[in-house]
């Protein structure tokens, strides 16, 4: 069975897009950090840059409940409520590292606002697992995206996550003309044109 986290090459593409990014205005957001293992990768990145915050978003209670989009034949292992971790350990790994602190905002997504959100965004990593999550991180993310700004979403390819793909693949049909759109190792990557 494949682990949830981020892989090595996963990680890299996210580096190497981020990287891309780095000139254009906005911020970047996380969507899902967990125990903020990618988000101190993410963090090391941008520390150059001290014009750019990033922006983590979780709701620190694991995993939601699943919807229809979500189920697959064979079922899946984990339950609503798993994978839950504090804001106070992703925090502390920024501190441990000496790294710049940054926005955790602990909600569920759709319960974010527009003040809990970056006016503009250039990069943002969507790894919400589920149809619902991916679906509202795009509602949350497309709109501040700035031209030329990238979203990477995770798991797109992961059989047991069946909901990512669909979430993805109605919003393409939706923006076609709006985004570029390619794989790598997995991952969907959507450029905003």
């Known amino acids: 069975m ?21 000139e254009l205005p906005g911020d970047v957001v996380e969507f899902g950090c967990y125990a903020g293992d990618t988000s101190v990768l993410l963090a090391e990145a941008l520390k150059n840059n001290p014009g750019k915050w990033l922006y983590l978003y979780d ?3 694991g995993l ?3 919807t229809i989009e979500d189920q697959t034949a064979a079922g899946w292992r984990f339950k ?16 441990k590292l000496n790294l710049p602190e940054p926005v955790i ?6 319960q974010l606002d527009d003040s809990d959100l970056p006016s503009q965004i250039s990069f943002a990593l969507l790894d919400g697992d589920f149809y619902q999550s991916i ?4 509602e949350k993310v497309a709109p501040r995206l700035v031209s030329g700004g990238i979203m990477i ?3 797109y390819r992961n059989a047991e996550l069946p909901g990512v793909a669909k979430a993805v693949d109605e919003f393409l049909d939706a923006h076609t003309k709006e985004y570029d759109f390619r794989l790598s190792t997995g991952l969907a990557i959507l450029i905003k044109k």
Do not use: C, M, N
């Not at 839950?84 to 992703?90: D, G, L, Y």
């Not at 905002?105 to 759709?110: L, P």
């Not at 679906?135 to 795009?138: A, E, I, N, P, V």
């Open 2 to 22: 494949k682990d949830l986290q981020i892989s090595t090459r996963e990680t890299d593409v996210i580096l190497q897009e981020l990287a891309k990014t780095i």
């Open 59 to 61: 709701s620190f209670e």
């Open 64 to 66: 939601p409940e699943k």
């Open 80 to 95: 609503a409520g798993e994978l839950k971790v504090s804001p106070e350990t992703v925090a502390h790994k920024f501190k």
């Open 105 to 110: 905002v602990k909600k569920w997504f759709d």
């Open 135 to 138: 679906k509202t991180s795009f």
């Open 153 to 155: 979403v995770h798991d």
